[in-house]
Every structure is written in structure tokens, then in C-alpha cells.
């Protein structure tokens, strides 16, 4: 006796359609399921069985072989539950059903024959639609997420039998598509009003904001640096449809959705502990599960006290941040996840925190100490920050004054409409952003006059920049110029760019 049906697994950050095999003959009573299964897919023989007999079926006393197709690829989860589940009743003939061609079937068993929510449920019925299937049947916990894909007809159920009698057309209320909305929170929106003074920094994170371009925080402690990055999400702009399809899909397979049913329409902020590993920060584990660069995709990662991150954790941001994408590599499979992010990054300027703000506080830190805290952030790394800036502290009267800060919603409104003139610029195109130009693109439309040339050559030789920083300037000063709405890149523009780059020899030289 024999069944097939169908599944899904995740692989990476998509979803692969798994065939579900369930062949029953005679011998001895056993249950084995096969097809490079983990562990998670392994006890769901234990789950299946319980789950069948408290569900009011019966369990077949013979011997029971259940194999997950293509067989070369892992599987892990316990997603394959309810497939397995139905897969047994079909073969043993306690259930007739003849269309499972045109099904998906999603979902973890409860030893009560209960469906329990999976995560990743999105990427899932995506590839189902792919894979030319136009029926799936979720858990009710998530029959919203899986409402989100156009073109799926999603069945809700609550436990086997009702999936049993879905199958069957005894009663089929398909779920409504979900109204594709944003996902909506109560959180007192963060507004760069709130912080006195700073005018400079603001207009720096504008800037960033902007073009999307990495950002280094300098300062003394107290003086704002944390207090401003996280207040950088209210400047950024919405995300586009297929970004936040992109995003949504990374936190249904982390299991991070704040509300099922609705696409996340506002820009990841990650700011992940500084005793995080390179595994947790770029991904990883025996299959690979996104880490924290690609938790922040399309949106902002956060980085508070660099220099208390392991050398390990920072070295492995090398290539994120110059190739937008992670590839893990185990001996089975190379996963690559994305990770177009912003990295705001904040650090004092010694272990103490107030070396060259002695007229705040004396630094107590030797030559060494301040010498190893500064070596923990490398070249290379500082290279890939497009813009350093200092953070100093904020005086008493600046604090008391009344005078009105600039709020986020103005700042947002030049943001909006710097990044309409460079989506104009890179239409057709995948570039989003400034900070995503490549070379050729850095060409043309990056190009400066002669006297503006001569200062960035000044410049080049007086502060040692490299090439990449050479390129970093000219995709900054693309942005000032976005923000003025100037078509060309004029002196001021990059007189503006070079002073963010100044700190590569007043900390570093």
C-alpha cells in the first residue's frame, strides 16, 4: 500500500517542495522515515503515531517506510507532520483521496492530533505556487502569513480530522486572502526632536539616511551616540513592494512576524549584544539559519561599543558589507543569505572614554590601553565605513534652552526626496541606493571638475585614503548632491564628503 504527498522545507531562505512517500507492508511492526532527515523530522514518527491513535484512527501494526524526496537534500523540521500523518491514514486505506497532486499540506503535529504553528510558513507556500500547486492546507496560527501569497487557495485547520475532512470536500472554507497591509505598533515612535543640539550629527545621519552609506560614532560616554542611531529608522524611507516581501520572508523564518497576516512595511533595527558569536551575527549552525546581518536586510544594523565585539564578529562583516550577501558553507550544501544593510556603528575614543575630551573629564587610559582599544577596530573594517563623525557632549545651556529641534518627519522629507532622484537614476536597474554603486556606475555618474578633482587629490595624499575610500567619498558626495538636488557633483559636495573622512588620521593615523 502506497501514498504520496506533498510538502515543504526550507533551504537557506527559500522554500523547496518535498515529496512525502508512505509505502506500508507487511513484516515486523516499525516506522522509518528517510531522506537525509535531522533530527526534529525523525521524532515525528513518535508524533505521528500518537497523534493517529488519540485522533481516533488507527495505527498500522506493519512495517511503515517513509521517504522525503529529492533524498539529497536535508531536511529539517517538523513541518513534514501533518503530510506523514495523512500519508499513513491514505496508505492504510482509513482515508480515500485521489487529488494530492495539487496539494501542499504544512504543519507540526500535537501528540492530540493538534496542528502547532510553524515558522518560515511564507517562503513555504511561495515555493509551493512555484512548484505549480494552487492548495495548501497550514495550521490556523498561520493561515494569515500564508494568505499573503496572490494565488494559493489557503485552508485553515486545527487538527488532523479536520484536515482529514478538508481533503475529502466535507467542508473546504478556503481563508480570504489577507488584505495586504502594514504591520502596525504601539511603540512611541523614537523623533530626532527629542535630542538637544548635535546639529551636525543630524545632518550626518541625514546624509547616511540618505544614500543608505555605513556610519562610525565617536564620543565621550553620555553625549548622545546611542540616543541618535536608534532614532535613524524615523528618517529612512518605506520599503518597496519587493523589499518588503524580502524582509517579511527572512522573519517568518525566524519566527519574528509581530503580526501574522501583514508584510512588514517599516525597516528592520537590529542591535544585536556586543557577546554575540560571527556565527549569531553573520549565520550559521550545522544548516544554516540567518544570523543577524541578514535579520537586518534592507534596514539597519546596529552596533553599540565596537570595540567590545570579538576581533572574530567584526572581521566577518568584511564581506557582508562589501558584497551585500553572506554565503555559509558547510560539506552538504553553500547557503547564501542577503544582507544589504546600513551598519551604524558607535565607540568611545579610549577604554575610559574621555581621551581628547580632557576639558569634560581627564582620561585615565596609558598610550597602550588607548592604543589596544582602537587596534580592535582594523583598517579594513574602518575602511568600509562611508562616514565618521565625532558625537561631542552636549552643554548645560544647549540642554535647557527651548529652542525647537528639527523633527524626524522634516528631515524624512528631504530623505524621500534625495532617494526619488536616485531610483530615477538607477531605474531598471537593482541598485537602490547610492551606497550600492559599483565601479562602473561610480564612473558615471560620479564624475567632478578639475578644481574638485585637485582637492580630492589633496586630500587623498594628506589623509592616505585608499581606493576604497577614494570610491566611499565619491558615492557620499553623490548623495549631498541628491539632497541639494544638484545633477552634478560640485566642490561643496565633496569638501562635505572628505570631512567625514577625516578621522582616518586624527584616531586611526
Known sequence: MYAKLYSCSIHGLDGVVVEVEVDISNGLPAFDVVGLPDSAVREARDRVRAAIKNSGYSFPLQRITTNLAPAALRKEGSGFDLAIALGVLFASEQLIWKESDSWLLLGEMALDGGLRPLAGVLPMVIAGKAGGFRKVIVPASNAEEAGLVAGMIVFAANTIQEAAAILRHEEAPPVPLTSITAATTKDVPADFADVRGQRHVKRTMEVAAAGMHNLLLIGPPGSGKTMLARRIPSILTPMQASESLEVTKIRSIGGLLTQKGKREVHRPFRAPHHTISPAGLIGGGSIPKPGEVSLAHRGVLFLDELPEFSKGALEVLRQPLEDHHVTVSRARATFSFPANFMLIASMNPCPCGFYGYEQDRACTCTPLQVQRYRSK?????????????????????????????????????????????????????????????????????????????????????????????????????????????????????????????????????
Not at 536597474?429 to 582637492?455: G, S
Open 377 to 509: 577596530i582594523s583598517g579594513p573594517l574602518l575602511d568600509r565605513m562611508d562616514i565618521h563623525v565625532e558625537v561631542p557632549r552636549v552643554d548645560y545651556q544647549t540642554l535647557s534652552e527651548g529652542t525647537k529641534e528639527e523633527s524626524s518627519i522634516s528631515i524624512r522629507q528631504r530623505v524621500v526626496q534625495a532617494r526619488k532622484r536616485q531610483a530615477e537614476r538607477f531605474d531598471g536597474t537593482t541598485i537602490l541606493h547610492n551606497e550600492a554603486m559599483p565601479p562602473a556606475y561610480i564612473r558615471r555618474y560620479c564624475k567632478i571638475n578639475k578644481e574638485t578633482d585637485q582637492l580630492l587629490k589633496q586630500s587623498f595624499d594628506a589623509l592616505g585614503l585608499s581606493a576604497r575610500a577614494h570610491d566611499r567619498i565619491l558615492k557620499v558626495a553623490r548623495t549631498i548632491a541628491d539632497l541639494g538636488g544638484e545633477p552634478e557633483i560640485q566642490l561643496p559636495h565633496v569638501a562635505e564628503a572628505i570631512q567625514y573622512r577625516t578621522l582616518d588620521r586624527k584616531w586611526w593615523g
